[in-house]
Every structure is written in C-alpha cells, then in structure tokens.
C-alpha cells in the first residue's frame, strides 16, 4: 500500500465514524453501470460542502487493493448489491488530490513534475519492471500493463483547482490538460477514471482535450442524481433523528433541483445546523461574500436587474452553452450565469433552462454581496425590508406604502406597468420576511389565486396581499373578500392580515390598505 498507490481507507474510515454520516454508497453501483455499460471516463463536478472529496474517498476505500474495506462496507448498502465482494478491495487504484500537489509547488511544470516522481516512486517499489522512460508516467504505466496487465482505477479530487486558483494563466491550463489528457486517453491501463472538482471540464473553442470523459455537473446530474447532494428523504430521516424543524431545514438549503422529480440539498450546510442545532448561513466558514461580489459586480448585460428579479423569487433563462468551464471567460450575462450555477449560488432547472436562487441561505449571501457592493440603490431596498415587514404587522398604511414606493424607485426593473413587475417589488422589499414565512406568488385558494401568500413559520400573523395596477386599493381587498381567498389560509384565520396594494400609473404613487380578517 502507498499513499497514491492503492491507498489505505482511513479517510472513508474517518467520514463513516463522524456523528452524522449518510450512506452515500450506492453511488458505487452507479459507477460500474456507467464504468461497463457507458463510459469508463467519468467527471463530477458540484460545489463546495456538497460531498466530493468524501465521495471520492469512499471510492478509494471500496476499490483499493490497499486495504481491507470488509469493517465499513458490510454495513453500508452497497452490501447488499450482487457484485459488492467482487469488487470490493480487489482493483490497483491511483488517487490523486490535485491541490495538495499545486499547494505543494504553485508552478505547473514543478507541479506534474512532484506528482509524476510521487506516484512513479510507489510503482517502482511495488512493481519489478524495467522502465523506458522513468521520468514519464504514462510510459512506465505502459511498461506495466505490457509486463503484467496490470489495470489501474484513477481516482481524481480537485481536478481544477488549476483553472480557480490560475485564472489568468491559459498556457498553464493547456499544459495542465494535455497532462492529463496524455495520462488517460486510449491507454489499456485505465481501468476507470474518476474526476471531480467544482467545475467541468476545460473548453478551448470547440474542443476538449479531455472529451473521452462523460461528464455530470449541476447542469444535468443524471444518473448521479440522487448522490449530488442529500435527498429530502435522507434530510427528513435526520431530522427526526435530531429533533429540528424539516420544513425549516427545506426553506435554508433545500432548491437545488438535479431533476424534475428530485431535489437536494446541500450537506455542508444541513450537517452544520444539526450539530449545532441551528439554522443560520454555514457558507461563511468556506466562502467569502466578496467571491459572489466580483461576479455580480461585472453587471453583463443586465446582470443587475436578472439577480434582483431572482431575489424576488423569479427564475430567469439561462443559456450554458457557451460558458468556457473556467473562471474569467464572461463574454455574456449568461456565462456569469452558469458560473454561478456550478458554484451552487444559483439552481438550474433542466426542463425549461432557467436559474434560481435555490434558498434562503443562498439569499443571505447575495444579500451580504450586494450591501458590500457598488449597487447602493438595491441596498437601501434590503435594509428597508425589515422596517416595512414591521410595519405591516402593525397596520401602518402610511408607512407601508412609503417603503414599497422607495422600494420602486432604488430597484426599478424591467417596465413597471403591469401588476407582475409590481409583484417583482413587492417580493424585494418583503425580502427579510423569509425569516418568517413562505411566500407563495398565485397561491390557489377560495375561488382564485392569491397574489401573494405569506405562510408563517412561526408565531407571525399569515398575510394575504393582492396587488392591483393603476386600479383604487379598495378592489384589492374587495377581491380578497368576493373570491374568499382566506379560506385557503383557514388555520390561521383569527391571526391574518389582508393587504390591499396599488400603483397609480399617473401619480406614481403607491396606496395600501390593511385589514384583519374578520371572517
């Protein structure tokens, strides 16, 4: 055993023995579907704090003829799968952790050069061959399967630290991938190769130097779907395990759709607020907000006004085609767009190609961002919105509709004339009301759909608001009445403000009217 080649579990050993661990390990039987019947060249990319290292690990403890694996997988799902023994410590397996080496050098010729000597040392002493070329990874991997045939699994973490820590630096990227190309491509020693990073891989125009690979990204994560993130299923589980609120637990890190059908969330962030119990932003301790700030301070083609109309609850179209896999290449909106997808500050929906803010602790940190950013009109909108939920609780008309119109004037989008971009505002303003409700925008109820619905979390009153363009406030709550939207929101009927808001075209001026249902 070594500690590239075939390397011992302690790593897996270490994650499997944590307080909170969830069985990931089906993910192995995935990997030789795709291995067999697919493609046995495989890049997974997803965010940060979503599982990738771990993953990777389990993947070197189960294939790595290094150790004896029985002790943590006997128990784990993957048991229960016909091949588990067939497979289970029986591959030579070579991992890699791509940034130890590049923390290790901060040059890229250094960088190959450290990596190769590492991982050609351990051949040397576990294979009696005679090397051509011992400078030369891939031949020598090449006199070992013409000696012995001999198969090798990589295993491959942070396969792109390169392209996020050397943004700058083309020529090192391409050297980079023509490595890894040269390491991989239509040799009869790879076995599998497994990648994973943040992003995908590396385009320069139309082609790939790595294009054997099939890849699974945020973008379309089938048929890893079920292992880029926890499932609601696993979060619920752990939920009642620990005690903690699962509806809570959806509204700070659940959205991020992998299909039509399944969403996840992020294990990071679940992981953190059930050992502390306490929900709150866990993206702190790994991101910093300036990192999302330089991307939405670039402002491509109407940036700006796509993050606000996203803030507001609206998904926007995203086209990804185009994006170039790296972190400086931004010729649209777009490309900042899907950079943000891959980082986990967006969602994606594949059905309609569309991006999202996917939840609240997502939100908080486009907030932060955007109070330390250039965009000081928006700003105000933000700080405001606590003192205009405040105010609405107590029934000051007044005051509510000042805050909605200076919200209007600091966050104008698109052209506001029609009650959907009013809402646009209305769902801005009431930003820090997350903390308190689900907002729902057409909410189904009585005989109609409520603009908007705000159902509480907590000891809050629910609130109905329609909204009514160049239209008397009086028919927002008369509407409210006749299509007896309340019964919708029957439980909290003794504790529920109807909201009344409209927008006269001529005036420019907001009117609002509250009242407490009395039905």
Same mark, same amino acid.
């Given at each position: 055993?070594?500690?590239?080649? *075939? ?31 697919? *493609? ?63 923390? *290790? ?26 090397? =051509? ?9 090449? !006199? ?7 198969? =090798? ?89 620990? *005690? ?9 890190? !659940? ?36 990192? @999302? ?11 700006? !006004? ?16 185009? =994006? ?153 709550? !008369? ?16 504790? @529920? ?23």
């Amino acid at each position: 055993m070594g500690i590239y080649l *075939n390397p011992t579990n302690q790593n897996f050993y270490e994650a499997v023995n944590k307080e909170i661990y969830v069985d990931k390990s089906l993910l192995i039987q995935h990997i030789e579907y795709l291995r067999n019947k697919i *493609n046995k060249y495989i890049c997974v990319s997803r965010p940060r704090r979503f599982g990738k290292s771990t993953d990777a690990n389990m993947l070197v403890a189960y294939y790595s003829k290094g150790c004896d694996s029985h002790h943590i997988f006997d128990s784990l799902k993957i048991s229960q799968t016909d091949y588990y023994l067939e497979h289970l410590n029986q591959h030579h397996v070579i991992h890699i952790n791509m940034q130890s080496f590049l923390s *290790n050098t901060h040059n890229i010729d250094k960088m190959i050069q450290l990596l190769t000597m590492r991982i050609l040392n351990e051949l040397k002493q576990e294979y009696s061959v005679t090397f =051509f070329d011992e400078t030369n990874l891939s031949l020598s991997l090449e !006199d070992i399967y013409v000696s012995t045939k001999d198969q =090798f699994i990589f295993i491959i973490d942070e396969w792109d630290c390169i392209f996020r820590e050397y943004v700058q630096d083309k020529e090192a990227q391409k050297q980079y991938l023509d490595f890894l190309r040269n390491l991989l491509k239509d040799h009869p020693y790879v076995e599998l190769a497994y990648m994973t990073g943040i992003l995908p891989i590396k385009k320069y125009g139309t082609h790939s130097a790595l294009n054997m690979f099939k890849e699974i990204s945020m973008l379309n994560a089938t048929p890893l779907e079920s292992f880029m993130g926890f499932t609601e299923q696993e979060v619920y589980d752990l939920c009642l395990k620990y *005690n903690m609120d699962y509806n809570e637990m959806k509204q700070w890190y !659940d959205g991020y759709h992998m299909t039509e059908h399944l969403s996840t969330l992020s294990p990071r962030s679940v992981v953190s607020s059930l050992i502390r119990n306490k929900f709150g932003n866990y993206w702190t301790s790994t991101e910093t907000y300036e990192a @999302l700030q330089v991307y939405i301070d670039l402002n491509k083609d109407g940036l700006k !006004d796509s993050v606000i109309e996203m803030l507001a609850g609206e998904s926007v179209p995203v086209q990804t085609s185009s =994006f170039q896999n790296d972190m400086i290449t931004f010729d649209t909106k777009d490309d900042v767009l899907t950079l943000l997808i891959h980082l986990g500050y967006l969602g994606y929906n594949n059905s309609d190609h569309t991006c999202y803010i996917p939840n609240k602790e997502v939100i908080d940190s486009f907030v932060n961002s955007i109070r330390k950013s250039n965009w000081e009109e928006t700003t105000k909108a933000l700080l405001s919105s606590r003192e205009l939920l405040e105010a609405t609780w107590k029934q000051d008309e007044e005051a509510v509709a000042r805050y909605i119109e200076e919200a209007h004037l600091n966050t104008s989008i698109l052209t506001y004339n029609n009650e959907n971009t009013l809402a646009y505002t209305l769902l801005l303003a009431y930003i820090s009301a997350r903390d308190y409700y689900t907002m729902i925008r057409e909410m189904p109820t009585g005989k109609g759909f409520a603009d908007i619905a705000f159902i509480p979390r907590h000891d809050k009153p629910a609130m109905i608001i329609e909204l009514k363009w160049n239209q008397e406030v009086k028919t927002a709550i !008369d509407q409210i009445k006749e299509k007896k939207y309340p019964k919708g929101l029957e439980k909290y009927k003794d504790n @529920l403000l109807i909201v009344g808001i409209s927008y006269d075209k001529k005036t420019k001026k907001h009117t609002c009217h509250i009242k407490k249902n009395t039905n």
